[in-house]
């Protein structure tokens, strides 16, 4: 029976069209089994109704048939989510006859729920006309069937390919990247040429090559730089800095060279041009750390663009009438940039990550955007629909009701965002006088440019790996140093936090490769820096040559876990300010902090309370590490809890460990900019939270229009509650009664 169910499976993933793909099923189940009656009943839940989709054996009347939620033996299981299998069905207390289905000839009945993620989708049936109790393996065969066929309906939902009776309010489904809700006509641009469809091609002419290759990259930077001082007014110079990374990655001789080296092959352009892309994106994908993996959709996005420009002289500009939803296989910066601002409502990306240069830009430009949307090109285009950037739904043609809801809540949006930006250089003071330090989370490419953001106390946490990340080799010091120099002149006299390298492990340096198991407990962080000394070093040395004029910087230690990796580390940064010391006397001493991600320092912390200035609060990992989840398992996912009880009565003995022992705490993690996780933090007892650019106008708002104590006494609720969402409703009652419902879709995405 194996062979079949397998047969089974792989038959029905083959068919493209999901209710063919259904009847093949009922009728593979019943040839299988031997039985005379297959059905598939899908979940509707607006409607709280079981609808069948697919049978053989069932003679009814009519287009559809509905079993409500609490009718009947198929309803039953739906309800207990579990297996029912009766040899009479009509004994059966939850027994109702459909007259309409024409089952009144059977009497056996094994069904079972179709079960994804704890989530019931449907229950699929066999029957039988003589009585009989089907027996442990058919029913074992239907349970399987149910479990596998699952994932091939779920996907199929994801993906828009089917409708149940309320077609006119299906979505698809995608990942919600940029927050916002647009309504209007989708235009589908379809005509950029695909990296992925380049194939092996050779050439007479190396020559000719090498010179189409040096103007598609000359182009591509004029572009670049066009597009550059196009956006300059419009968002903030971090963001802007997609653009410079692409400049400075065209401007790598390695790369250049490694294209170059391609051609004198014998390949086209295009041909060695796929290669080299595909080698680079390669060493970041592989990377288990989403961010870091979607890094290498900035390659991609860099090849495609260079691909452009070998078959086109001039970049490509749109011209529209009236404002449309974008929709893209894969969203670039550069499409983005290309699209007039006033006539762009949202973005739909077939392809990509919430956290993808693209969504970054997206969200600098307060655009909705919905990634990783399965929408069909062909039959998208030109249709008006709605894109919901909280949820990721994505609405085709919905009904007039829909349509008037959606309407209504683009109008809270844009209230919303005009109030919460009025005030956005005001301080973050409650109204009983409680100073909010907001500082900002940057450093998310290799740009070195990075300038002042408006409405910020600081930076609470630059990231430098990322250029260490992006390169062939290790950046040298004075590289290095011009870089952090860039940094820490562009916030004077506000202080910076410098997180030191926080690679190894899953974050690999492309030319220096580690595999491990278990990367996320592996050879990362201060583990990973520590074992090279020479590269701490060189690393500390620009930091600290760079705060020579600059003196506000910080020097903040990743992945600290135990003792001796703190006193080692002291050690080498006291090594590398006597050094540098010799060339600049007046060299401040920095402040040296920890971040406190790993469960082993919630006792060890007042051990070294001595040795350290201050604490940083990396919520992700904490979370990640407490709860033994990976957050990047689509598997378990829905177990990370950012708002779990464990990481509530964390943060608070944090938040108690540090201020008996006076040091200086910031959470700098995504629960900082979360607005429920802002006003917990806040009543903790924190003043000082740190987060990405895009949430600071909000979080600045709702502290400036909340009391210290209330939000104490909420806290102090929250220690007591066993669940998290018990935490989370009792945190969305708080903003309903406070008049921030507005924020509460805000806090959801």
């Known amino acids: 029976m194996l062979s079949q169910l397998r047969d089974i499976v792989e038959h029905v993933s083959r068919v493209d069209d999901v209710h063919q793909a259904l009847k093949l099923l009922v009728t593979e189940t019943c040839d299988a089994l031997k039985t005379e009656c297959c059905t598939v009943y899908l979940a509707n839940d607006e409607h709280q109704r079981l609808e069948l989709m697919a049978t053989q054996g069932l003679k009814f009347k009519g287009n559809k048939i509905h079993i409500n939620y609490e009718e009947g033996l198929v309803g039953l299981v739906r309800r207990s989510a579990e297996p029912i299998n009766l040899a009479e069905v009509a004994d059966h207390p939850n027994y109702k006859f459909f007259p309409e289905l024409g089952e009144d000839v059977y009497h056996s009945f094994l069904g079972t729920p179709i079960i994804h993620r704890k989530k019931v989708l449907g229950v699929l049936v066999i029957q039988q006309k003589s009585p009989r109790l089907f027996d442990e393996s058919e029913e074992s065969f239907l349970v399987t069937l149910a479990a596998q066929i699952a994932v091939t309906i779920a996907h199929a939902q994801q993906q828009g390919h089917w409708l149940l009776s309320d077609a006119d309010n299906q979505s698809i489904k995608g990942i919600g990247a940029s927050s916002g809700v647009a309504i209007g006509p989708f235009w589908c641009d379809d005509n950029q040429p695909e990296l992925s469809e380049v194939y092996p091609a050779s050439t007479l002419n190396i020559e000719q090559e090498q010179e189409r290759l040096v103007v598609a990259i000359e182009s591509a930077l004029n572009d670049f730089r066009r597009m550059r001082k196009k956006l300059d007014s419009d968002i903030n110079k971090d963001t802007l800095a997609i653009f410079d990374l692409f400049t400075h990655l065209l401007n790598d001789p390695m790369l250049r060279s490694d294209l170059k080296a391609q051609i004198k092959k014998g390949d086209r352009a295009d041909w060695a041009l796929r290669q080299v892309v595909e080698s680079y994106s390669n060493r970041f994908a592989k990377m288990s750390d989403v961010y870091l993996r979607e890094r290498a959709q900035d390659i991609r996005e860099l090849g495609q663009r260079l691909l452009y420009f070998l078959h086109n002289a001039e970049s490509e500009q749109y011209h529209f009438e009236q404002p449309v939803i974008l929709v893209v296989r894969e969203l670039t910066a550069t499409i983005l940039a290309s699209m007039p601002k006033d006539k762009l409502l949202a973005v739909v990306s077939i392809e990509g990550a919430a956290n993808s240069h693209a969504a970054i830009l997206s969200r600098a430009l307060g ?182 004029h600059s003196p506000n910087l910080s020097i903040l230690l990743p992945m600290i876990s135990g003792s001796q990796e703190l006193d080692d ?181």
């Not at 739904?393 to 949006?413: A, K």
């Not at 740190?690 to 909420?714: G, I, P, Q, T, W």
């Not at 009792?730 to 509460?744: R, S, V």
Request: proline share 5%.
């Open 367 to 548: 655009v909705p955007a919905v990634m990783g949307a399965q929408v069909r090109l062909e039959h998208i285009n030109k249709q008006v629909g709605i894109v919901d950037g909280y949820s990721g739904d994505v609405y085709i043609d919905p009904s007039p009701q829909l349509f008037e809801e959606y309407r209504e809540l683009v109008g809270q949006e844009s209230e919303l965002s005009s109030m919460v930006e009025k005030d956005l250089l005001e301080e973050a003071i409650t109204r009983d006088g409680k100073k909010i330090e907001v500082l900002l989370n940057a450093g998310l490419s290799a740009d070195s440019n990075i300038a002042f953001n408006r409405g910020v106390d600081g930076v609470g946490l630059y990231r430098t790996e990322i250029s260490f990340l992006l390169r062939q080799r290790f950046p040298s010091e004075e590289e290095q140093t011009q870089q952090y120099r860039a940094v820490l002149s562009s916030y004077p006299n506000k202080r910076v936090v410098m997180r030191t390298l926080d690679v190894g492990g899953d974050k690999a340096l492309p030319y220096l490769p580690i595999e491990e198991d278990n990367p996320f407990l592996g050879w990362r962080g201060i583990r990973f820096t520590l074992d090279h000394p020479d590269i701490f070093l060189i690393q500390l040395r620009a930091m600290l040559k760079a705060s020579i």
């Open 569 to 749: 580390a002291l050690a080498l940064i006291e090594q590398a300010y006597e050094e540098v010391k010799l060339l600049e006397p007046s060299l401040e001493r920095p402040q040296v902090g920890v971040m406190l991600e790993v469960p082993s320092m919630l006792y060890l912390l007042p051990l070294m309370a001595d040795k350290i200035d201050f604490v940083s609060v990396g919520t992700n990992d904490l979370t990640q590490y407490l709860l033994a989840v990976d957050r990047n398992n689509a598997r378990v996912s829905d177990v990370y809890e950012s708002l779990h009880p464990s990481v509530i009565m964390a943060l608070k003995h944090i938040y108690d460990m540090c201020k008996h022992h006076q040091l200086p705490v910031c959470v700098c993690g995504e629960l900082a900019g979360d607005p429920f996780g802002a006003l917990l933090l806040t009543g903790i007892g924190y003043d000082t939270l740190s987060m990405n650019n895009s949430n600071v106008a909000k979080v600045k708002y709702l502290l400036r229009h909340s009391d210290s104590k209330e939000l104490k006494k909420l806290a102090q609720k929250a220690l007591s509650q066993p669940y998290g969402h018990q935490i989370y409703s009792m945190m969305t009652k708080h903003f309903i009664n406070k008049g921030h419902a507005g924020f509460i879709r805000a806090g959801k995405s």
